[in-house]
């Protein structure tokens, strides 16, 4: 991306990733909020879609906010200003004042781009208005290898680029984290199992009411039953492995 920018010769840049669909009307209105509104990097709603039964469940994971937090470009967010948007269009001079995208992220160079934007005074505007078709992974396998790897690169990422990072990209990780502290240490403080077992009908309660207002049918109920817990807790177990990871490598 670095290459393809500092070669390129236009006033804006913008950013395609692949496995997506972009309407036709997506140029004119990106470059339309850059320069009647004030924002560095401007993007769209994130449609999340798929083409089997089990990806259309994936997608409705994707698209929830007990499934994704707070990401407003998942989760159908108002326009406004926000931390970081999919892709992305920017103003040139974003690259030229502040550099391309860090090298040493195997993922989320966008955020850590949104971020240096954001501290040195820029702009990020989320426009509800373009729309993003974005076909999300299509299995469970690659749902977990998806959430293995994100959830290790938010924490090699936030040891890399502190503050990059939202709070939202580390509750999987503290969910995790407090039911194996909870599951050891119930076993020596019997009262912590009072605590342990809220917690765990807490989310299991959570799951139920998101799972029966998402499904549009039994069997939709039921999977989505099983695909929260699984992407939660694969995200978590990813972000402990990059804790583990950055013990044993030097990243600079």
């Known amino acids: 991306m670095n290459i393809g920018i500092s070669l390129s010769k236009g006033k804006y840049i913008i950013r395609l990733d692949a496995h997506a669909e972009y309407p036709k009307n997506y140029f004119s209105k990106c470059i339309y909020y850059l320069n009647n509104i004030e924002a560095d990097n401007v993007g769209g709603i994130v449609e999340t879609k798929s083409n089997n039964l089990m990806g259309n469940v994936i997608a409705k994971v994707l698209s929830s906010k007990f499934g994704v937090g707070n990401s407003q470009f998942r989760t159908d967010g108002k326009s406004g200003y926000v931390d970081t948007v999919p892709f992305g269009a920017f103003k040139r001079e974003v690259f030229e004042e502040w ?34 078709s974005y076909y999300c992974r299509d299995s469970i396998r690659d749902l977990c290898d998806m959430a293995l790897k994100n959830g290790m690169w938010n924490i090699i990422t936030m040891r890399l680029c502190p503050g990059s990072m939202s709070l939202r990209h580390f509750i999987p990780l503290t969910f995790v984290i407090s039911l194996l502290f909870l599951l ?16 765990v009908l807490s989310y299991l309660i959570l799951s139920v009411y998101f799972s029966f207002k998402l499904a549009s049918s039994k069997s939709e109920f039921f999977l ?29």
């Open 184 to 199: 050891v240490t119930q076993l020596f403080f019997y009262p912590l199992r009072l605590l342990f077992l809220a917690e």
């Open 224 to 252: 989505l039953l099983i695909l929260f817990p699984i992407f939660h807790m694969t995200y978590g177990f990813g972000s402990l492995k990059g804790m583990v990871k950055l013990l044993f490598t030097d990243f600079k």
């Open 99 to 132: 550099g391309g995208y860090d090298v040493r992220l195997t993922r989320n160079q966008d955020n850590e781009m949104n971020y240096r934007i954001r501290r040195n005074g820029g702009r990020v505007y989320l426009a509800n208005d373009i729309r993003i």
